[in-house]
T-cell receptor, first 115, second 113 residues
């Protein structure tokens, strides 16, 4: 069975500071993709960053970067220079490469950026 | 390009009523899916489709029906609404290639009284 665990239901960070959201997953697959999605109060799901499991290099997108530890099945998201617009629910998601397009989502972390 | 559209945005139903949530995408994506989002439970897959005429069950399919007569449309039917189906529903689509990003609609907030 594939599972995704986000152990931090809520987090807060001061504006301009750095925060790390954790995610672990369980799978027997060797090839897969990992994603972080952001859901602001508007409810729209927005892709933040994507990581291919076969790549050792950690993905980065501007202020967002990941720490991907394949052996530990860990996929944390680091947000640098936090901005008020980063306030949102963040979901970690996993999809096996060869067994269909079914995404597995974590339960989410609610992040509040404090001015 | 409208992306993924969903209607309605909000809906209130009485127990036992039926209704259809509409979903359409204009990106020619083969894969479409329906999720429900409940507090503390993330997104759970209800049904999905890998192409016109092909549908399959996800994690929580009971009480819901789907069909896929065209590539663009993937409606979700609630047969006899129950209070346990109060939730926010998201439709998503993607290419069928492994690891493709899923594009989400804006969601439908459904309340069953």
């Amino acid at each position: 069975a594939q599972t995704v665990t986000q152990s931090q239901p809520e987090m807060s960070v001061q504006e301009a500071e750095t925060v790390t959201l954790s995610c672990t997953y369980d799978t027997s697959e060797n090839n897969y993709y990992l994603f972080w999605y952001k859901q602001p109060p508007s409810r729209q799901m927005i892709l933040v960053i994507r990581q291919e499991a076969y790549k050792q290099q950690n993905a980065t997108e501007n202020r967002f970067s990941v720490n991907f530890q394949k052996a530990a099945k860990s996929f944390s998201l680091k947000i640098s220079d936090s901005q008020l617009g980063d306030t949102a629910m963040y979901f970690c998601a996993f999809i096996p490469f060869n067994t269909g397009n079914q995404f597995y989502f974590g339960t989410g972390t609610s992040l509040t950026v404090i001015p | 390009n409208a992306g993924v559209t969903q209607t309605p945005k909000f809906q209130v139903l009485k127990t036992g009523q039926s209704m259809t949530l509409q979903c359409a995408q204009d990106m020619n994506h083969e894969y479409m899916s329906w999720y429900r989002q409940d507090p503390g439970m993330g997104l759970r897959l209800i049904h999905y489709s890998v192409g016109a005429g092909i549908t399959d069950q996800g994690e929580v399919p009971n009480g819901y029906n789907v069909s896929r007569s065209t590539t663009e449309d993937f409606p979700l039917r609630l047969l006899s609404a129950a209070p346990s189906q109060t939730s926010v529903y998201f439709c998503a689509s993607s290419k069928l290639a492994g690891g493709s990003e899923q594009y989400f609609g804006p969601g439908t907030r459904l309340t069953v009284t």
